[in-house]
């Protein structure tokens, strides 16, 4: 079973910048997709970004256009979410997962547990 761990949340000043890793025990190329999603309090989890690993394209929601990229390096495993240009409203739990794609949960078969980006002055 494919195992996510997810890195690189924190505190950090509205305008500012993050990048979070999505380690994956297994390869990434075993999956159609990764995808990141997030969760912010009270709400449902809602999809941010995936790739698909086949062709490497991206996918975006359309609050995160321009601001956040999705990459990655399949010599390692990993896949990030680089997050520039912060606002509050990012503040949330993020969660990486993998399956077949799309920015909605059921298409995911594996999760992380989540990392938490609190976006704050």
């Known amino acids: 079973q494919l195992q996510l761990v997810e890195s690189g949340g924190g505190l950090v000043q509205p305008g500012g910048s993050l990048r979070l890793s999505c380690a994956t025990s297994?390869?990434?190329?075993?999956?159609?997709?990764i995808g990141w999603f997030r969760q912010g309090p009270g709400k449902e989890r809602v999809g941010v970004s995936c790739i698909i690993n086949s062709d490497g394209s991206t996918y975006y929601a359309d609050s995160v256009k321009g601001r956040f990229t999705i990459s990655s390096d399949n010599a390692k495993n990993t896949v990030y979410l680089q997050m520039n240009s912060l606002k509050p409203e990012d503040t949330a739990v993020y969660y990486c997962?993998?399956?077949?794609?799309?920015?909605?949960?059921?298409?995911?078969?594996?999760w992380g547990q989540g990392t938490q980006v609190t976006v704050s002055s």
């Open positions: 997962a993998a399956g077949g794609g799309g920015l909605t949960p059921p298409e995911y078969d594996y």
């Open positions: 297994g390869s990434t190329l075993d999956y159609y997709a």
